[in-house]
């Protein structure tokens, strides 16, 4: 059975990363990998991956790990949406595929529900659809009381929903030229040419049934659900300590915690699991790591500082600081003191900025958004949901209450007056304090 994975599009959304999110590393693994690994546990023993012109070589490094599967690259030269890539990879599509968005993670359950439900053989198309109790940023299926699918609605605005059933781009087609050929036909201004051509079909009487699937599911869109995707990894991890890391005696490491090669654990440091601890990294003296946070290699998690449910990049360094629900580039540098604020004191869900939109993340706990090679000087503070852009600065005692764009510095400008110091301590003063609270202690502890 053959996969295509949609690797040529371009996020949008997920400023301030702008690395692909597929790429992102999890367990010591990226996404991808993950998704080649549950693809052949599901039984798809060949893949078809879709490249653009800026990933294309790190997609061969990482399909190089699997010599045991056959895995051929295909070029989208322009992200110009999924009947595209699809047009591009045409060389390698015959027969029955299944089209996957390697953004979503899915369960390899969802590989089997659409192949048993394509032994039946009564539709051209499968589709899988699952349940939403609130607004979702996707497509919509509209479908009759067999399942089939009868509109599909991309993107609607909140209230406007045709149902309650999402499109979770995992579809099965027995003749993908078929969906090439109505898509060469569709005329739209979006990014919606494939899922037009689904709908067109739809009208000509071409069956697509969509099958339910209700395991689990975690779409990144948005930079905050990352912690979701990182939840999922971490629920299923069992406790494994690397052999060449070192832990000291006084730490206390709880519950399932994988901690790398070479990693450092000093005294009455405390690892709370589940929680990912990357090769190389040093947890400092009293520091604190808990709640499903996951922590890259090379990284310094200093004294006293506190990480609770984030996600953390490779190279980053903390000193004394407070970390809390947080997604976090690679090799940023925290000050002491400072503060990434988790929780609003009105206590409502944190929203955050795309673009000129502003999106409830519908979570009531999410700390900042902070991209690749950005450092906070000493006591700065992060208010909830902001986004720093890469290689940015924020100064010390800056208390940011706005996102911070690329490649910009914020600094705190206090105005001091300097004078001349004329107060002179009073000796006698200060030794008649001492003489009474030494006093008052021998009166206290007299027999």
Same mark, same amino acid.
């Not at 490094?61 to 295909?74: E, F, S, T, V």
């Not at 407070?322 to 604020?341: E, H, K, M, P, Q």
């Not at 000087?377 to 208010?383: E, F, Q, T, Y």
């Given at each position: %059975?053959?996969?295509?994975?949609?690797?040529?599009?371009i996020?949008?959304?997920m400023?301030?990363?702008?690395?692909d999110?597929?790429?992102?590393?999890?367990?010591?693994k990226?996404?991808?990998?993950?998704?080649?690994?549950?693809?052949?546990?599901?039984?798809i023993n060949h893949?078809?991956?879709?490249?653009?012109?800026?990933?294309? +070589?790190?997609?061969r490094?990482?399909?190089?790990?699997?010599?045991?599967?056959?895995?051929?690259?295909?070029l989208?030269?322009?992200?110009?949406? #999924?009947?595209?890539?699809l047009?591009?990879?045409?060389?390698?599509l015959?027969?029955? #595929?299944?089209?996957?968005?390697?953004?979503?993670? &899915?369960?390899?359950?969802?590989? *089997?529900?659409?192949?048993?439900a394509?032994?039946?053989?009564?539709?051209?198309?499968? %589709?899988?659809?699952?349940?939403?109790?609130?607004?979702?940023?996707?497509?919509?299926?509209a479908?009759d009381?067999?399942?089939?699918l009868?509109?599909?609605?991309?993107?609607?605005?909140p209230g +406007?929903?045709?149902?309650?059933l999402?499109?979770?781009l995992?579809?099965?087609?027995?003749?993908?030229?078929?969906?090439?050929?109505?898509?060469?036909?569709?005329?739209? *201004?979006?990014?919606?040419?494939? +899922?037009?051509?689904?709908?067109?079909m739809?009208?000509?009487?071409h069956?697509?049934?969509?099958?339910p699937?209700?395991?689990?599911?975690?779409?990144?869109?948005?930079?905050?659900? #990352?912690?979701?995707? $990182?939840?999922?990894?971490?629920?299923? $991890?069992?406790?494994?300590?690397?052999?060449?890391?070192?832990?000291?005696?006084?730490? &206390?490491i709880?519950?399932?915690?994988?901690?790398?090669?070479? =990693?450092?654990?000093?005294?009455?440091?405390?690892?709370?699991?589940?929680?990912? &601890?990357?090769?190389?990294?040093?947890?400092?003296?009293?520091?604190?790591?808990?709640?499903?946070?996951? &922590?890259?290699a090379?990284?310094?998690?200093g004294?006293?500082t506190?990480v609770?449910?984030?996600?953390?990049?490779?190279?980053?360094?903390?000193?004394?600081s407070?970390?809390?629900?947080?997604?976090?580039?690679?090799?940023?540098?925290?000050?002491?003191?400072? $503060?990434?604020?988790n929780?609003?004191?009105?206590e409502?869900?944190v929203?955050?900025?795309?673009?000129?939109?502003?999106v409830? *993340?519908?979570?009531?706990?999410?700390?900042?958004?902070?991209?690749?090679?950005?450092k906070t000087?000493?006591?700065?503070?992060?208010?909830p949901?902001?986004?720093?852009?890469?290689?940015?600065?924020?100064?010390?005692? =800056?208390?940011?209450?706005?996102?911070?764009?690329?490649?910009?510095? $914020?600094?705190?400008?206090?105005?001091?007056r300097?004078?001349?110091?004329?107060? *002179?301590?009073?000796e006698?003063k200060?030794?008649?304090?001492?003489?009474?609270?030494?006093?008052?202690?021998y009166?206290?502890?007299?027999?």
């Open positions: %059975m053959k996969a295509v994975f949609l690797c040529g599009g996020g949008k959304r400023f301030p990363f702008t690395e999110k597929f790429l992102f590393d999890f367990l010591g990226t996404l991808l990998e993950h998704q080649i690994e549950i693809a052949r546990k599901a039984g893949l078809v991956i879709i490249a653009n012109v800026a990933n294309i +070589e790190q997609i490094r990482i399909c190089g790990k699997y010599p045991n599967m056959k895995i051929d690259i295909a989208q030269e322009r992200p110009l949406g #999924i009947a595209d890539a047009k591009c990879a045409a060389q390698y015959d027969g029955m #595929i299944v089209v996957v968005n390697p953004n979503d993670v &899915i369960e390899p359950a969802a590989y *089997t529900l659409l192949l048993q394509a032994k039946d053989g009564k539709a051209g198309s499968y %589709m899988l659809g699952y349940e939403v109790k609130e607004h979702f940023p996707g497509g919509y299926l479908i009381e067999d399942n089939f009868k509109h599909i609605v991309e993107k609607p605005r +406007e929903e045709p149902g309650n999402v499109n979770i995992a579809h099965l087609h027995r003749e993908v030229n078929r969906v090439l050929e109505y898509a060469g036909n569709v005329k739209t *201004t979006r990014d919606d040419v494939y +899922e037009c051509a689904l709908d067109a739809c009208k000509d009487g069956k697509i049934k969509i099958i699937y209700a395991d689990f599911w975690a779409p990144i869109k948005y930079p905050w659900h #990352i912690s979701n995707a $990182v939840n999922y990894f971490l629920s299923s $991890v069992q406790r494994n300590i690397a052999p060449s890391a070192s832990i000291s005696q006084s730490a &206390i709880e519950g399932n915690v994988i901690i790398g090669d070479k =990693v450092r654990v000093f005294e009455n440091a405390v690892i709370r699991g589940p929680a990912y &601890i990357g090769s190389n990294t040093i947890i400092g003296n009293n520091a604190l790591v808990r709640d499903h946070s996951h &922590i890259g090379d990284c310094v998690i004294f006293s506190e609770k449910g984030s996600y953390i990049g490779d190279g980053c360094w903390f000193h004394s407070y970390v809390g629900d947080s997604i976090i580039g690679r090799n940023c540098s925290f000050g002491a003191g400072t $503060v990434l604020a929780f609003r004191f009105d409502q869900r929203c955050v900025r795309i673009g000129n939109e502003l409830n *993340t519908g979570q009531d706990k999410l700390g900042a958004i902070i991209g690749d090679n950005c000087g000493i006591n700065a503070s992060v208010m949901g902001l986004k720093i852009g890469p290689n940015s600065v924020v100064g010390s005692h =800056v208390c940011l209450v706005k996102d911070l764009e690329p490649d910009k510095m $914020v600094l705190a400008e206090p105005h001091y300097t004078l001349p110091n004329r107060i *002179t301590p009073d006698d200060k030794r008649e304090l001492k003489q009474k609270l030494a006093g008052d202690y009166i206290d502890s007299a027999p």
